[in-house]
């Protein structure tokens, strides 16, 4: 095969797609990325007081051989490793991650109300018709409405009885009584669930570092702001932002689907891509000019004192995420939508007092703070709603029989599979599929 192979965005999934087409010897193909740097949502920035951010809380883990063998080709040992220590900062206390593994940490009388809806829940079950009405019929009415539910919504920033709970899998770690009533009456922790209880971080970078070092291999073949506007698939021609034009002959598109079919004019599928939902997401990064008060990797925040869900100190993943003498820093994610709206101009102010109000920091640590930084990721998480798949069933067999196949967390608009890795699988294995490479 000789046919012309375009690819649209240089995160995960077009680098992955890079890297194997690459791999294999193939040569007529470009990556076309708006931004000047690539990496996409896995990007990271240093800002002028010399801290660096990730665009949320990446950690990376793998489910896949080919991964790990590319990771330790592109990062070989400038990584560290961690072990997991992840909380719940809720009721004034710290309760270890998972937390339904862990409810002991509760006052009795809501450890009491949490076990008696879990023995009420295995007592009554009833089939979910969506993702609120799991919740409860999987982990019952303490546990849903102490941490569940409101901690969910801060995250989705979407009504849960619209969700569908089909990507569940590996993401929620669902229930196990005995295993619970062991914890309570031994007083142990239970933190070990999930597969990112291990996770490697790169040295110095931030996660970006990984996707940087992707280039010296693809970058012959990559176009840096080089931004879409629209897709001419009647002549097989991509324009672009400063008048260029490209023609393909095969196309993969990263950039969000419903962006993908506005640009492509598929008015037939106006009304379906109004079924593919998003969450934004405002990251306040927070430099603090004090040793580092703890050893924590994140925090989930589900009361509604704190504007945001969760918080990683990140200069605990890598040294070289703050300045060198005496720093930590914080970063913090406050999901934002139609139905839960945050301020742009209001969310440093905020984020701060949120971090005075769950004890993160102190009124006196404010004159510590040397950097605030923001970066609005106004394309987070695909959410994945009840008429999601129904939606993609419409649209992505239509585009690839015209020789378009559209992948990546935003590209196939799938949360389940869109870790770092899942989307550099999800390039390699297209790319494989278009070559027919077994």
Same mark, same amino acid.
């Given at each position: 095969?000789?046919?012309?192979?375009?690819?649209?965005?240089?995160?995960?999934?077009?680098?992955?797609?890079?890297?194997?087409?690459?791999?294999?010897?193939?040569?007529?193909?470009?990556?076309?990325?708006?931004?000047?740097?690539?990496?996409?949502?896995?990007?990271?920035?240093?800002?002028?007081?010399?801290?660096?951010?990730?665009?949320?809380?990446?950690?990376?883990?793998?489910?896949?051989?080919?991964?790990?063998?590319?990771?330790?080709?592109?990062?070989?040992?400038?990584?560290?490793?961690?072990?997991?220590?992840?909380?719940?900062?809720?009721?004034?206390?710290?309760?270890?991650?998972?937390?339904?593994?862990?409810?002991?940490?509760?006052?009795?009388?809501?450890?009491?109300?949490?076990?008696?809806?879990?023995?009420?829940?295995?007592?009554?079950?009833?089939?979910?018709?969506?993702?609120?009405?799991?919740?409860?019929?999987?982990?019952?009415?303490?546990?849903?409405?102490?941490?569940?539910?409101?901690?969910?919504?801060?995250?989705?920033?979407?009504?849960?009885?619209?969700?569908?709970?089909?990507?569940?899998?590996?993401?929620?770690?669902?229930?196990?009584?005995?295993?619970?009533?062991?914890?309570?009456?031994?007083?142990?922790?239970?933190?070990?669930?999930?597969?990112?209880?291990?996770?490697?971080?790169?040295?110095?970078?931030?996660?970006?570092?990984?996707?940087?070092?992707?280039?010296?291999?693809?970058?012959?073949?990559?176009?840096?702001?080089?931004?879409?506007?629209?897709?001419?698939?009647?002549?097989?021609?991509?324009?672009?932002?400063?008048?260029?034009?490209?023609?393909?002959?095969?196309?993969?598109?990263? $950039?969000?689907?419903?962006?993908?079919?506005?640009?492509?004019?598929?008015?037939?599928?106006?009304?379906?891509?109004?079924?593919?939902?998003?969450?934004?997401?405002?990251?306040?990064?927070?430099?603090?000019?004090?040793?580092?008060?703890?050893?924590?990797?994140?925090?989930?925040?589900?009361?509604?004192?704190?504007?945001?869900?969760?918080?990683?100190?990140?200069?605990?993943?890598?040294?070289?995420?703050?300045?060198?003498?005496?720093?930590?820093?914080?970063?913090?994610?406050?999901?934002?939508?139609?139905?839960?709206?945050?301020?742009?101009?209001?969310?440093?102010?905020?984020?701060?007092?949120?971090?005075?109000?769950?004890? $993160?920091?102190?009124?006196?640590?404010?004159?510590?703070?040397?950097?605030?930084?923001?970066?609005?990721?106004?394309?987070?998480?695909?959410?994945?709603?009840?008429?999601?798949?129904?939606?993609?069933?419409?649209?992505?067999?239509?585009?690839?029989?015209?020789?378009?196949?559209?992948?990546?967390?935003?590209?196939?608009?799938?949360?389940?599979?869109?870790?770092?890795?899942?989307?550099?699988?999800?390039?390699?294995?297209?790319?494989?599929?278009?070559?027919?490479?077994?």
């Amino acid at each position: 095969m000789d046919k012309k192979i375009a690819i649209i965005g240089a995160g995960p999934a077009g680098l992955g797609a890079g890297y194997r087409l690459k791999e294999l010897g193939y040569r007529n193909w470009l990556i076309f990325e708006r931004n000047d740097y690539v990496g996409g949502l896995s990007a990271s920035f240093r800002d002028d007081k010399g801290f660096t951010w990730d665009v949320g809380g990446h950690v990376l883990f793998s489910h896949y051989e080919y991964f790990d063998r590319l990771l330790d080709r592109v990062l070989g040992k400038d990584y560290l490793e961690h072990q997991r220590r992840a909380y719940i900062r809720i009721m004034d206390r710290w309760v270890p991650y998972p937390f339904q593994n862990n409810i002991r940490h509760l006052p009795k009388d809501k450890v009491l109300r949490c076990l008696w809806g879990l023995f009420q829940a295995r007592k009554n079950k009833v089939q979910s018709e969506n993702f609120k009405e799991w919740i409860f019929s999987v982990f019952g009415k303490g546990i849903a409405e102490c941490f569940m539910l409101p901690h969910n919504y801060k995250i989705w920033a979407h009504p849960l009885e619209e969700m569908s709970y089909s990507w569940i899998g590996e993401r929620v770690s669902v229930v196990d009584v005995k295993r619970i009533l062991k914890n309570i009456v031994l007083c142990r922790d239970d933190t070990g669930w999930g597969p990112n209880s291990r996770f490697r971080f790169p040295l110095s970078g931030g996660t970006g570092e990984i996707f940087r070092r992707f280039v010296p291999h693809i970058k012959d073949n990559l176009l840096l702001k080089k931004e879409a506007i629209k897709i001419d698939m009647a002549n097989k021609e991509v324009i672009f932002s400063d008048g260029d034009r490209r023609n393909y002959d095969i196309l993969i598109n990263t $950039m969000p689907l419903d962006e993908f079919i506005k640009r492509a004019g598929l008015v037939q599928f106006y009304d379906v891509i109004k079924e593919l939902k998003h969450n934004s997401v405002f990251v306040v990064g927070i430099g603090i000019k004090k040793p580092c008060p703890s050893n924590k990797c994140w925090i989930y925040f589900p009361e509604g004192n704190s504007p945001f869900y969760r918080v990683t100190y990140f200069s605990n993943y890598s040294p070289n995420n703050t300045p060198r003498g005496e720093y930590y820093s914080l970063m913090c994610e406050t999901a934002y939508s139609e139905y839960r709206p945050a301020h742009k101009d209001k969310i440093i102010e905020e984020t701060i007092r949120g971090l005075i109000n769950t004890g $993160m920091l102190s009124e006196n640590d404010k004159k510590h703070i040397v950097s605030a930084h923001l970066i609005d990721a106004q394309y987070a998480y695909p959410v994945p709603t009840l008429n999601r798949d129904k939606a993609l069933e419409f649209v992505q067999p239509y585009l690839e029989q015209n020789g378009i196949y559209s992948r990546g967390r935003f590209g196939a608009w799938k949360y389940e599979i869109g870790n770092m890795d899942h989307c550099v699988m999800q390039g390699k294995e297209v790319v494989d599929k278009i070559l027919g490479v077994k």
